[in-house]
């Protein structure tokens, strides 16, 4: 008998747009994933659209973004707005990137959870995630 | 209070079913994660999808991972779409044993599939099961199924040597193959090629791929009155199962795969064995359920755990044998009178 366990989270992780770089999110997926989440990766050049419409097929607790092009201003809100759009306010918007101090501040006032720049340590963005989503649940199941 | 809750879960169950039959993407996710978690609801949800199942043409994709399964999957769909198919996909990898952790990683190949909104595509974590699947990916199709999808391409683990429980609740079992698979006898060994009804060969423009068409179409032959056929092998229904050559990459092949696929649910039409096939599938499904409920039953009723705990005492210390409190443990559970 397999003994009852909580169900792990599931976070989708993608890279929007045209920046290639998948180095760091596929880092962040494998530490996700021996933290004991579920992940999945999108891949490259996804549009807001697209991230959207996975998250929703998903039902994933939490989106996660990286973004390190510099178009972090539209693409996180334009996540977020999508998905409040389709009833799926209580779906957690985070990711890392080059994103400046100001411009954090700003996405967090439109609803961006915590964003995460170079240099932060594996275990601070697995604390992080797994606090905002048991906090989630915890609002989700008080309903 | 507990009453209260349990009508609250129906009630939402039932909310899921009706907004599934309008064609609503985002309460088939919820109601998949809600089959997957097994929440309370999830009985009455399946119940309510029930009776709008049974339209969807089942496929069932299996064989080594690195085989090209997704990308295989990806052009097929786009295919299909072409072909006027609406189409869901499920496809499985493995979690974690220690962490229960899992890298889904399967919408990176099918960029070209989940770029049409039309397309239902979903990831699911194998959570511990065996054969490929994870527990509950028949219950999703199920979903899929209420959702309008005429087609579902299910997509297996891929380790290769333990995928028969797919064939036994799918409508056709494709197994693809590569070049680099492995001579003829490891094919055997494996026991994929008997669950076969349409056999790929992908990455068919790859060096030794000749080599390795004509090995499988030597595990192909039969004998048939007295002398060799090529190729000719047959299911125990009758059906020949014939051999697609694929480069899932560029697409060649893809057509004459969705042909092949199309002309199989024809003759399963034809011949009648779409019945048995549904026969063998209901009875697959009773047998998962039932089973899975004794066990529950089984371990739920108090006590049991203690005396397992007991019994395991036991043994490590040499006062008992395992058959021995086997016997045990089964004769206090039928005098408890409780369900088994």
Same mark, same amino acid.
């Given at each position: 008998?397999?003994?009852?366990?909580?169900?792990?989270?599931?976070?989708?992780?993608?890279?929007?747009?045209?920046?290639?770089?998948?180095?760091?999110?596929?880092?962040?997926?494998?530490?996700?994933?021996?933290?004991?989440?579920?992940?999945?990766?999108? %891949?490259?050049?996804?549009?807001?659209?697209?991230?959207?419409?996975?998250?929703?097929?998903?039902?994933?607790?939490?989106?996660?973004?990286?973004?390190?092009?510099?178009?972090? #201003?539209?693409?996180?809100?334009?996540?977020?707005?999508?998905?409040?759009?389709?009833?799926?306010?209580?779906?957690?918007?985070?990711?890392?990137?080059?994103?400046?101090?100001?411009? #954090?501040?700003?996405?967090?006032?439109?609803?961006?959870?915590?964003?995460?720049?170079?240099?932060?340590?594996?275990?601070?963005?697995?604390?992080?995630?797994?606090?905002?989503?048991?906090?989630?649940?915890?609002?989700?199941?008080?309903? | #209070?507990?009453?209260?809750?349990?009508?609250?879960?129906?009630?939402?169950?039932?909310?899921?079913?009706?907004?599934?039959?309008?064609?609503?993407?985002?309460?088939?996710?919820?109601?998949?994660?809600?089959?997957?978690?097994?929440?309370? %609801?999830?009985?009455?949800?399946?119940?309510?999808?029930?009776?709008?199942?049974?339209?969807?043409?089942?496929?069932?994709?299996?064989?080594?991972?690195?085989?090209?399964?997704?990308?295989?999957?990806?052009?097929?769909?786009?295919?299909?779409? &072409?072909?006027? &198919?609406?189409?869901?996909?499920?496809?499985?990898?493995?979690?974690?044993?220690?962490?229960?952790?899992?890298?889904?990683?399967?919408?990176?190949?099918?960029?070209?599939?989940?770029?049409?909104?039309?397309?239902?595509?979903?990831?699911?974590?194998?959570?511990?099961?065996?054969?490929?699947?994870?527990?509950?990916?028949?219950?999703?199709?199920?979903?899929?199924?209420?959702?309008?999808?005429?087609?579902?391409?299910?997509?297996?683990?891929?380790?290769?040597?333990?995928?028969?429980?797919?064939?036994?609740?799918?409508?056709?079992?494709?197994?693809?193959?590569?070049?680099?698979? %492995?001579?003829?006898?490891?094919?055997?060994?494996?026991?994929?090629?008997?669950?076969?009804?349409?056999?790929?060969?992908?990455?068919?423009?790859?060096?030794?791929?000749?080599?390795?068409?004509?090995?499988?179409?030597?595990?192909?032959?039969?004998?048939?009155?007295?002398?060799?056929?090529? %190729?000719?092998?047959?299911?125990?229904?009758?059906?020949?199962?014939?051999?697609?050559?694929?480069?899932?990459?560029?697409?060649?092949?893809?057509?004459?795969?969705?042909?092949?696929?199309?002309?199989?649910?024809?003759?399963?039409?034809?011949?009648?064995?779409?019945?048995?096939?549904?026969?063998?599938?209901?009875?697959?499904?009773?047998?998962?359920?039932i089973a899975a409920r004794v066990e529950r039953a089984l371990?739920?009723?108090?006590?049991?755990?203690?005396?397992?705990?007991?019994?395991?005492?036991?043994?490590?210390?040499?006062?008992?044998?395992?058959?021995?409190?086997?016997?045990?443990?089964?004769?206090?559970?039928?005098?408890?009178?409780?369900l088994i």
């Amino acid at each position: 008998m397999v003994e009852a366990m909580a169900r792990p989270y599931k976070v989708l992780l993608a890279k929007p747009g045209l920046d290639g770089h998948d180095r760091g999110i596929k880092v962040v997926a494998r530490a996700l994933r021996d933290a004991g989440f579920e992940v999945i990766y999108t %891949g490259l050049h996804q549009t807001p659209e697209m991230i959207v419409e996975a998250a929703l097929q998903e039902d994933v607790d939490c989106v996660a973004l990286s973004i390190l092009s510099g178009a972090h #201003m539209t693409i996180f809100p334009r996540v977020r707005a999508l998905l409040d759009g389709q009833g799926a306010k209580d779906v957690v918007v985070t990711g890392g990137g080059i994103i400046p101090e100001e411009d #954090m501040e700003a996405l967090y006032a439109q609803g961006i959870s915590r964003l995460f720049g170079p240099g932060t340590s594996l275990d601070d963005i697995v604390r992080y995630m797994t606090e905002a989503l048991e906090a989630r649940r915890e609002e989700r199941e008080s309903e | #209070m507990r009453q209260a809750g349990l009508d609250a879960h129906e009630q939402r169950a039932h909310e899921l079913v009706e907004r599934i039959l309008t064609g609503d993407r985002v309460a088939a996710g919820r109601a998949i994660s809600l089959l997957e978690n097994g929440g309370p %609801g999830a009985p009455c949800l399946l119940s309510g999808l029930y009776p709008h199942t049974g339209h969807a043409y089942r496929l069932g994709f299996t064989g080594p991972p690195g085989a090209g399964k997704s990308t295989l999957l990806d052009r097929l769909t786009v295919e299909l779409r &072409k072909r006027g &198919k609406s189409v869901g996909i499920l496809s499985v990898d493995p979690s974690s044993p220690f962490t229960h952790g899992a890298l889904l990683g399967d919408r990176v190949r099918m960029s070209g599939a989940t770029a049409d909104p039309s397309v239902f595509m979903r990831s699911m974590a194998s959570r511990g099961a065996l054969g490929g699947l994870a527990r509950t990916t028949f219950e999703a199709a199920d979903v899929l199924d209420a959702l309008g999808r005429d087609v579902i391409l299910i997509e297996t683990v891929g380790v290769g040597q333990s995928e028969l429980d797919v064939s036994s609740a799918v409508d056709v079992t494709v197994v693809v193959l590569t070049p680099e698979a %492995g001579g003829g006898v490891q094919m055997i060994k494996a026991g994929l090629m008997e669950i076969a009804d349409i056999l790929v060969l992908n990455k068919a423009d790859r060096e030794h791929a000749d080599a390795m068409e004509a090995e499988l179409l030597d595990y192909l032959d039969i004998v048939e009155n007295g002398r060799l056929m090529r %190729g000719r092998v047959s299911t125990a229904e009758g059906w020949e199962v014939p051999l697609v050559r694929t480069v899932a990459l560029d697409g060649t092949g893809i057509s004459e795969l969705a042909d092949a696929l199309e002309k199989y649910r024809a003759w399963l039409e034809e011949s009648g064995v779409w019945e048995q096939r549904r026969q063998r599938q209901a009875r697959a499904k009773l047998r998962e359920m039932i089973a899975a409920r004794v066990e529950r039953a089984l371990w739920e009723a108090p006590g049991r755990r203690e005396l397992l705990d007991a019994l395991a005492d036991q043994m490590a210390a040499g006062r008992t044998e395992p058959v021995r409190a086997v016997e045990e443990f089964l004769g206090k559970v039928r005098s408890s009178g409780l369900l088994i």
